[in-house]
């Protein structure tokens, strides 16, 4: 897009890394979709470890409130105005810091492991179902530094790091002016999958809940040749992904459980590896 066309929220994206906060809809439906989703942790999902895979690895295709949420209307609206009027979308994961948990998640790029052949048109949303705050643990992103391209990462253990591969970079430069992305329910943000990002513990007495979405547009194509995803708006010209035929019209959709198994199969062949990381 030419720069002198572009909205203000593609020039701030363009030259920050990010933009915040974005209106996506009211504080009353962001509740809405907490309650659905807590009603599931006290019913037929529970809080455990099965949950977390569930949660983590594209919700939208097994839970309807998850698919509503990757397709909804001012989501797709600002993120079109950065990457265009197609829109697929290739992961999403629903992030819930519980209270009082200390667990960081290091810096990081989002894009660092994922297996595209063009980063620099694909983004993450982060759509806010509760108050996000530096004291509960919210994202913090170095402001620019998606300019640089790819930064060295180390690994650790995933067991106490809420990325998959304990990807993480030590000390990355304007780590100290890192700016904390606050919202409020109903509120999201946007930021490029080179830009540098991490978030300390929850030190409150509440859950921070968010989900996050990564959208491409179709003629990204996966490196592995084989990778799936979901067209959400507009057309996919160039048929680079499989289809992910799973609609799920309830909260949990046992009838899409096999189409999100041989979804989650074919992604962790192509960027995972062979096992599911443990949540």
């Known amino acids: 897009m030419d720069t002198a066309h572009q909205s203000h929220l593609a020039q701030t994206f363009a030259r920050d890394g990010y933009a915040f906060p974005i209106d996506v809809m009211t504080a009353a439906d962001a509740a809405a979709f907490h309650t659905r989703i807590e009603a599931l942790e006290s019913g ?17 295709l097994i839970f309807a409130w998850a698919a509503e949420l990757v397709r909804h209307p001012k989501v797709l609206d600002a993120v079109a105005e950065i990457i265009g009027p197609d829109i697929m979308v290739w992961a999403a994961g629903l992030f819930i810091k519980e209270p009082h948990d200390p667990t960081p998640i290091k810096w990081h790029q989002d894009g660092y492991h994922m297996d595209l052949s063009d980063n620099s048109r694909a983004l993450r949303a982060w759509v806010a179902l509760t108050e996000t705050t530096a004291a509960n643990g919210t994202m913090h992103v170095i402001e620019g530094s998606h300019h640089a391209g790819f930064v060295p990462h180390a690994e650790d253990d995933y067991a106490r790091h809420l ?21 409020q329910p109903g509120q999201m943000s946007l930021h490029h999958v080179r830009t540098i990002h991490g978030s300390p513990g929850n030190t409150t007495g509440t859950r921070r809940m968010t989900l996050a979405i990564t959208y491409l547009p179709p003629g990204i194509r996966p490196r592995s040749g084989r990778d799936t995803a979901t067209l959400v708006r507009g057309r996919d010209r160039h048929g680079h ?39």
């Open 163 to 183: 990325a998959l591969r304990g990807e993480h970079i030590e000390d990355p430069d304007g780590a100290g002016t890192a700016v904390p992305v606050t919202l």
């Open 44 to 60: 037929p999902i529970g809080r455990g470890p099965e949950a977390q895979r569930l949660y983590r690895f594209k919700p939208h």
């Open 241 to 279: 992904w499989l289809p992910e035929p799973a609609h799920p019209s309830e909260d949990y959709d046992l009838a899409c459980t096999e189409a999100h198994r041989a979804s989650m199969q074919i992604r962790l062949a192509a960027y995972h590896g062979a096992a599911m990381p443990h949540p």
